[in-house]
């Protein structure tokens, strides 16, 4: 098993990290430590200790469970090492140890020792990975999920919080009473505005316990706004096998990611702050535009493809791509007609060279992302990745076959059989018994009153109603691949 004693052996190609664990402080209390931080945050902070040592990480886990219990005990006997292997399309690969988590707390079982560490003086940034779905807020109607039961339980008890904002709030009012400055807050997940988001949720939950503290927050926190972009891939056993073979290590927690990622950050941040621009990362005004092209070119297409990719019977995505020129010329005509009409840039991003990136990301064959695990949570991702393409479409006439095809498929995928009869779990945490009863009513109308479809219910869309009806018993009755037979248009792009 990994831990600091294997950083004095030779590894080979295996790159060992350019800094010693032992010496790095913690800057950063992180809430979330899942696969994807590990791949993304933690990878540019590990090529920034060298140089900074002031930005260890105290990682954070809110839920209490065995699975949990055994990540944390996993954590503390690697010393919070790990391994992150990065695989190209090409198929070569480069693994590096990262040594960046230097403790992990399950806030269940020790909430002081959380806050403990969020009042330290050497704490200046509190960043998280909650999922789109970690945040009790309604970005349709923009104010916070007020009946949210861990928000309610943080509402009433703050001396034990349940959620990253309970802890945050808290760790504020020990602080402002402890006369020590603020820090900076940075969502990392996959959700437009997250910082502005986030420091919603703070103050809602600030002013229920005290108008001072939540005006200290205005004046002594930061949210700046990020846009994070990596595939990573859940790890399985036989995955985890494989990545030991290859790199000669005895890793229970590797990581395995494609070699592009990107990250860009608002420039909003209290006082001291890692210097990320430094190892790759981009530090602008406004990430607004860099999220519009993200969420609506890769994570939206990524349902369009996965949805129809669970039906058809498919476990892995690029297996999926590669098989069904369908799904290829699906996602093309999807991004030239839907997307990229309706998307304005940032200055100096061709719309049409990232769309080509995306492409040959998805068909890279090392990465073997889950369709389930993508297709998961349509609820949460569906407003934010799809709605403003769907407004724009029906706001401009425009044609809306696609849209309505593939949000068919998702009403379809939650029915949890594909067309071979095998049976499948789709994952949808925030769904209600009331909500499952009425996706798989026998009336497939009733469907469209599900939270997925909240984003465009402010204006008229009768016609895509309509569609998604039409599409769902044209899949019902011929199939995903004839039914795709008389909706795509453009050649193969590959």
């Known amino acids: 098993m990994l831990n600091y004693a294997n950083l004095t052996k030779d590894l080979g190609s295996v790159q060992k990290p350019l800094y010693n664990p032992r010496s790095v402080t913690a800057g950063i209390v992180h809430f979330g430590v899942g696969n994807f931080f590990r791949a993304h945050q933690a990878y540019y902070l590990d090529r920034l200790l060298k140089d900074d040592p002031y930005w260890g990480v105290i990682g954070v886990g809110l839920r209490d469970s065995a699975s949990a219990r055994e990540k944390s005990d996993l954590f503390r006997k690697q ?107 940075l969502s990392c997940d996959n959700l437009q505005q997250n910082g502005t988001t986030t420091q919603k949720i703070v103050l809602y939950l600030a002013r229920a316990h005290d108008p001072d503290l939540a005006k200290w927050i205005e004046e002594n926190v930061t949210f700046p706004n990020a846009m994070v972009d990596r595939i990573t891939p859940s790890i399985t056993a036989e995955t985890q096998r494989l990545l030991n073979e290859k790199t000669g290590l005895n890793d229970v927690l590797p990581v395995l990611t494609e070699d592009f990622t990107q990250w860009v950050i608002e420039d909003n941040f209290l006082h001291t702050r890692p210097e990320f621009e430094k190892v790759g990362a981009q530090i602008v005004g406004d990430v607004s535009p860099y999220e519009h092209v993200k969420t609506r070119m890769l994570n939206a297409s990524h349902g369009m493809l996965c949805y129809s990719a669970c039906l058809l019977g498919y476990e892995i995505k690029d297996e999926a791509l590669r098989a069904e020129p369908l799904l290829r010329r699906l996602l093309w005509d999807f991004w030239n007609d839907d997307v990229i009409p309706t998307l304005t840039p940032p200055e100096g991003l061709s719309l049409e060279a990232y769309r080509d990136n995306l492409l040959k990301r998805y068909l890279n064959p090392a990465i073997g992302d889950q369709t389930l695990r993508v297709a998961g949570d349509g609820a949460s991702k569906i407003p934010v990745f799809w709605g403003p393409t769907v407004k724009a479409i029906i706001q401009k006439k425009g044609d809306i076959s696609r849209i309505a095809y593939g949000l068919a498929a998702y009403l379809e995928m939650l029915q949890g059989v594909n067309e071979k009869g095998t049976k499948f779990t789709p994952k949808e945490p925030g769904f209600t018994n009331e909500d499952w009863a009425c996706a798989r009513s026998s009336n497939v109308e009733k469907a469209l009153s599900l939270p997925a479809f909240r984003a465009w219910q402010d204006i008229a869309h009768d016609e895509l109603n309509a569609q998604i009806v039409k599409y769902r018993q044209m899949i019902k009755r011929d199939g995903v691949r004839a039914t795709l037979e008389k909706l795509v248009k453009a050649p193969d792009p590959v």
């Open 79 to 185: 010393n919070g090492i790990y391994s992150l292997t990065e695989c190209a399309s090409d198929g070569s690969f480069k693994t590096r140890l990262i040594g960046v988590l230097l403790h992990y707390i399950l806030a269940p079982q020790n909430p002081q020792a959380v806050l403990k560490a969020l009042i330290s003086p050497e704490t200046h940034l509190v960043s998280m990975t909650l999922t789109e779905g970690g945040y009790p807020y309604d970005a349709r109607a923009q104010k916070v999920i007020e009946d949210d039961a861990a928000l309610n339980a943080d509402l009433k008890n703050l001396e034990k919080p349940q959620t990253a904002f309970g802890y945050i709030v808290a760790g504020c009012a020990l602080r402002r009473k402890l006369k020590g400055c603020g820090f900076t807050v």
